[in-house]
């Protein structure tokens, strides 16, 4: 079986919110199976805020440092293994959350 990559932002309030919202949709939609290609083939998640903000700080703009973040998060999750999350910078006052990993199909 192969794997694929998950991608999502979503409007929460927390890490465990964002994991969460993206889980429960997910298993409404595709249910629970071991190869159905969505976050509920994960084993949870890690919160990588702190290297994110790092990430910004020591990069020439805040989208470069997201961009830094996101091959970061590509390169070092994997099928069955935990989604990185990660809180993005405060845009209209909301709050906001990016979730990559690695699904199994």
């Not at 993206?22 to 976050?39: K, V």
């Not at 906001?96 to 199909?105: H, N, S, T």
Request: net charge negative; aromatic share 8%.
């Amino acid at each position: 079986m192969g794997a694929t990559r998950i991608e999502e932002e979503w409007e929460a309030n927390s890490v465990e919110d964002a994991y969460g919202k993206s889980y429960d949709l997910a298993l409404c939609n595709h249910g629970d199976g071991p190869y159905n290609g969505t976050i509920t083939t994960t084993t949870g998640f890690i919160d990588k805020t702190d290297l994110l903000n790092e990430l910004i700080r020591t990069s020439q703009s805040q989208l470069a440092g997201i961009e830094r973040w996101r091959k970061e998060a590509g390169d070092n999750t994997d099928k069955w293994g935990k989604v990185w999350v990660a809180k993005l910078p405060r845009d209209c006052g909301e709050d906001r959350y990016i979730l990559i990993g690695v699904a199994a199909e």
